[in-house]
């Protein structure tokens, strides 16, 4: 399979001033939605609601926040599988991260910036929340925009209300070598969705669904959405979560973030009734997130699953 070819994934511009529910902007937009993520499960957004400022400071922050003593980023923890502090994965030693859940509310920030600072860090704690509350109204339009693409609206309200949102910030060391290193093993998110924010730093690549890398190289100024598991899931197959990494050259630290939108513990993924039919049966029984990635990272995880095959055999019909 090519890696890095010179096809490019779809990029979707969402600062148009007339866009709202109806027009005809957010009618155009929204069939090119529907195509990219039918197609390549992803797609390069143009959104300028977020500014170069809150930019620059986001990965400030991020410079700050992992070169903290290792005994104080360990201290992000937490019960849930991927959700705290990360490091030395194997076959990922480049690669660390931490999470920061319900990144859009301000006092959830705060607690975990009293964690790792408890002097108080309140530039931190505002710069993160603001992004994510920004971030968070891109994932609310494109989210409206593909339950409105399928005639399943009514359950916009529940679909927003199913998930809350993990910033996981990451950091992908330079490699020690000249060849190019793997920093992101090639996987499937297994959330809804995700946006994703990066420094000059480039190595995201996505694989297309005839098995072509395709190397991601947002504008300044743009974000890479992607399709999750659970997203499939709950069309009944119509998007496609793709699968994706990071190849890691030269001599630069990469650092980004990805927006998650997360499922919540006990609220069930269930595809509408109407996304059922003769041409698509039904793919998954309904499912909470939380216990999947439960059994995932206990016991499919081992033996070197995808995500997308555990979830067959976890609730596949």
Not at 93 to 98: G, N, Q, T, V, Y
Not at 166 to 177: A, F, N, Y
Request: charged content about 25%; proline content about 5%.
């Amino acid at each position: 399979m090519a890696s890095g070819t010179l096809q490019r994934i779809p990029i979707i511009d969402f600062s148009h001033p007339g866009l709202w529910p109806g027009s005809p902007e957010w009618e155009s937009i929204k069939l090119q939605v529907q195509k990219a993520l039918e197609e390549y499960g992803c797609f390069e957004a143009v959104f300028v609601k977020v500014s170069s400022d809150i930019r620059k400071a986001l990965f400030g922050a991020l410079e700050e926040l992992f070169d903290l003593a290792l005994e104080t980023k360990v201290k992000n923890s937490s019960k849930k599988p991927f959700h705290g502090y990360v490091q030395k994965i194997p076959k990922m030693l480049l690669f660390e991260s931490l999470g920061i859940d319900y990144a859009n509310v301000l006092e959830k920030v705060k607690g975990f910036t009293d964690v790792l600072w408890p002097e108080g860090n309140p530039k931190f704690c505002k710069t993160i929340q603001t992004y994510s509350e920004q971030i968070a109204e891109l994932d609310l339009i494109i989210r409206r925009m593909v339950v409105e693409s399928y005639g399943v609206e009514k359950y916009f309200d529940e679909n927003m209300n199913l998930t809350n949102y993990l910033l996981r910030v990451m950091k992908i060391k330079v490699p020690e070598t000249t060849d190019a290193e793997v920093g992101l093993l090639p996987h499937t998110d297994m959330n809804l969705l995700t946006i994703l924010s990066q420094n000059h730093v480039d190595g995201l690549q996505v694989q297309t669904k005839d098995g072509e890398w395709i190397d991601v190289k947002p504008s300044e100024n743009s974000f890479t959405v992607v399709a999750g598991d659970a997203f499939y899931a709950w069309t009944n197959g119509r998007l496609h979560s793709p699968t994706h990494r990071v190849m890691m050259r030269g001599k630069e630290t990469r650092y980004s973030t990805g927006l998650f939108a997360i499922p919540k513990s006990g609220h069930i993924i269930k595809a509408p009734e109407e996304l059922v039919d003769e041409e698509h049966p039904l793919l998954f029984k309904p499912y909470d997130h939380v216990e999947f990635l439960g059994f995932f990272y206990a016991e499919a995880h081992r033996y070197g699953t995808t995500a997308q095959s555990a979830l067959k055999t976890f609730c596949g019909v």
